[in-house]
């Protein structure tokens, strides 16, 4: 029998079959407007993706290093600006903040068409990074509130294959502008992304105006303000899954270099290894999530998915050294297993930010959470430039060990986040 699980926000069922990955657009009207705002945004996100580095190094005449310093820069105002939105999220509500978000992004990407200096590069790329994770926060605290409980976890393992398809299909796209290589080519794309924003915006206009989390929150006590940063085994939590989530970094910046630099793989392998990642997400995220239906469950899917990403790590090392069919085969091998470690930690993290969050601050929380992601994609180069790329196998086993002593952190760290909340929802004093 298929499980059926009632959404509060308007009373109506989503059917778990609509959550299949063979339909891109379910059947359930909640989850029709979220994959098609979804698609819409990360097709967007996709062109500028690929030909973002390329416009700023061929077009505007900046230098890698100053692109590569800007971009770190803007990711440090991009993990400031997650808590502060869920904050204002829980006072004014996530959906209207959301829409404002997501317009401000369309504005910010059109500005990018007048770059002409470092300076005005690193001003309009921070404040566009700015609102990016703001927007990403708020999306979190709207699914907190917009979807039942029981149906968070396959929501967003549905939402994220609907990502992947939209990256794909974007970064498809953006190979018109990388084979004309002209400005113009390279501006009408940017302005074709400044324009999914606003089509990704539509779909959010027609969802529930009354969160299903309101009602709940009216019928809780009033919480301590600012509760989400001083939630100790939540922030510990976010913590871990910040470590676990450099592999989003690894492969995009780590394994590209590593293939170039380091193998005698053809350089296609880097193109490769990218769209294996995105279909084998596309196919293996429903199916991973679910069983990871309670934070125990999660907390095992986080160990699994640590020693599979030291197994990769070691599978990635092996490829130096060999020749170019066998190590593209290795790779191949390699980018597989870390597949497979990705879905199963992104089902884990899910499930503990949100069952371990306070749900009387949605917003707040889903902002702490969310700068793990923001954490990650900032440290990330750094962390593959002076490990893997700077002293080979050693470089490999090390963040291979990182990831399982990560992954393994979890049980303990979740156990004692949910005796915390398990506490605070009873009204005990917390130590």
Known sequence: MVPRHRNRSDGHVINAKALSPRRLVPADRLLRLLATSTLINTFGNGLLFTLSALYFTRIVGLSVAQVGLGLTIAGGFGVLAGVPAGQLADRIGPHRLLIVLVLVESVGT????????????????????????????????????????ASRT?????????????????????????????????????????????GAALPLLKLPTAPAGAQHRREQETPRRNRALTDSPYLVMTGLNAILYLQFGLIEVGLPLWIVGHTHAPRAMVAVTLVVNTILCVVLQVRASRGVTSIPLAARAARRGGL???????????????????????????????????????????????????????????GVFSSSYALAAMAAPFVATSTALRFGFAGWVALGALFIAAGFALTPVTRWASARRTEQTAGQPVS
């Open 308 to 366: 599979l990403l030291a197994a990769c790590c070691l599978i990635f090392a092996a490829a130096d050294g060999v020749a170019a069919a066998p190590a593209a085969l290795i790779l191949l091998v390699g980018i597989a297993v870390q597949t497979l470690a990705e879905v199963l930690l992104s089902a884990a993290g899910w499930a503990m930010s949100y069952d371990l969050a306070d749900p009387a601050q949605p917003g707040a929380y889903q």
């Open 154 to 198: 396959p929501t967003r393992a549905y939402l994220r294959a609907i990502t992947n398809v939209g990256i794909g299909a974007g970064s498809a796209a953006a190979g018109i502008a990388l084979q004309a290589d002209t400005k113009a080519a390279y501006i009408t794309l940017i302005l074709v992304d400044a324009a999914t924003f606003i």
């Open 110 to 149: 059109i500005t990018y068409t007048v770059i002409d200096s470092f300076g005005s590069f690193l001003v309009i790329v921070g404040l566009t990074t700015m609102a990016d994770r703001a927007s990403g926060a708020v999306r979190n605290a709207l699914y907190a509130v917009i979807i039942d409980p």
